[in-house]
């Protein structure tokens, strides 16, 4: 079972809540700290349970109140965190179609990521909240190859049945001869087991394929594709064998090197918060020798610092 860092909160009671977040933003000055502290308390349903009670209390809006109080990235982690989970992910994916170029790697890295139940509620938070089609316009923004693996993603209907060994390594069979095992790339055939195959067939598929060819499924899509595909193969292949080691390499990715990717790593920190983040956690000092919090601390500053290691724990 995956272990979050934020479950919900047994002791929870709207009413105060509401309160101590009104008592935080009210009069001269804003007590951040005790925004955190609230906010870092709560499940994400009890979070939207506190919208309700806070405006009713006070007949103010609480997210209104939030924006006009805070800045930077701190205000943005905190207003991802009062966001329902797929409105979160239609939101950045949003941003991701509709500013200037396509930021392939938010597409990638939510599409090739999230279960059949996520990518659904998505589409359905994408339509409600800006009144398009999440389907068409990934459609209008990318073309080819890399358009037909969103496509397929975008559908959200992965198989969800026992794992078949005797298809796992039919399907390695195939993934080999349309890849390695001849001249040219036949796509299709990655992208029909790729996106249509349930994780733990994947898995024990990608097991057959190292027995057969003795590499790994990443190496081969490494050298049979290039660009945004093989990227978003590789992405799907790497959450069905482990997805916290995944976000975890997200996380180190955004901060690694000069500069920090804030919008990449406050995804990952608040997508995974009560799905596994502890797993995320326990995999990144695995692979980096350092803690996730310890990185955090060297990579980030004030409030958005002390908010992102409120919910990491």
């Known amino acids: 079972m995956p272990n979050p860092t934020i479950t919900p909160n047994p002791a929870f009671n709207a009413e105060e809540e509401s309160q101590a977040l009104r008592k935080a933003m009210k009069g001269l000055g804003t007590n951040e700290k005790a925004i955190i502290e609230s906010v870092a308390r709560m499940c994400n349903a009890q979070r939207q349970e506190v919208i309700k009670v806070y405006k009713t209390m006070f007949g103010r809006d609480l997210i ?92 959200g209907a992965r198989e969800e049945k026992p794992v078949d060994q005797a298809l796992a390594a039919a ?70 064998i482990n997805p916290a080691q995944f976000f975890a390499e997200m996380a180190y990715k955004s901060m690694k090197g000069a500069g920090t990717d804030e919008d990449r790593l406050i995804r990952v920190i608040v997508s995974r918060s009560e799905i596994d983040l502890a797993d995320v956690k326990t995999e990144f000092q695995t692979a980096y020798g350092k803690s996730l919090a310890s990185w955090i601390k060297d990579d980030c500053g004030g409030d958005f610092k002390r908010m992102l290691l409120a919910i990491v724990g």
């Open 64 to 155: 209104d109140d939030l924006k006009s109080e805070l800045g930077g990235d701190f205000e943005d982690t905190v207003l991802a965190l009062f966001m329902k989970p797929a409105v979160f992910d239609a939101k950045c994916l949003h941003g991701a179609i509709s500013g200037l170029g396509t930021k392939d790697k938010v597409l990638i890295e939510i599409m090739g990521s999230r279960t059949n139940e996520q990518i659904q509620e998505i589409k359905e938070a994408y339509k409600k909240k800006f009144k398009s089609d999440l389907e068409k316009d990934i459609k209008g923004d990318t073309s080819g190859d890399y358009e037909r693996l969103l496509v397929s993603l975008c559908v």
């Open 171 to 240: 399907d390695a069979q195939k993934l080999f001869q349309a890849g390695e095992g001849q001249w040219g790339t036949d796509e299709s055939v990655f992208n029909h087991i790729i996106c249509l195959r349930g994780y733990g067939q994947l898995k024990a598929t990608f097991h057959e394929y190292q027995k057969v060819t003795g590499h790994n499924i990443l190496s081969a899509i490494g050298k049979e594709f290039s660009g945004n595909v093989e990227e978003g193969l590789q992405t799907v292949v790497k959450v069905a």
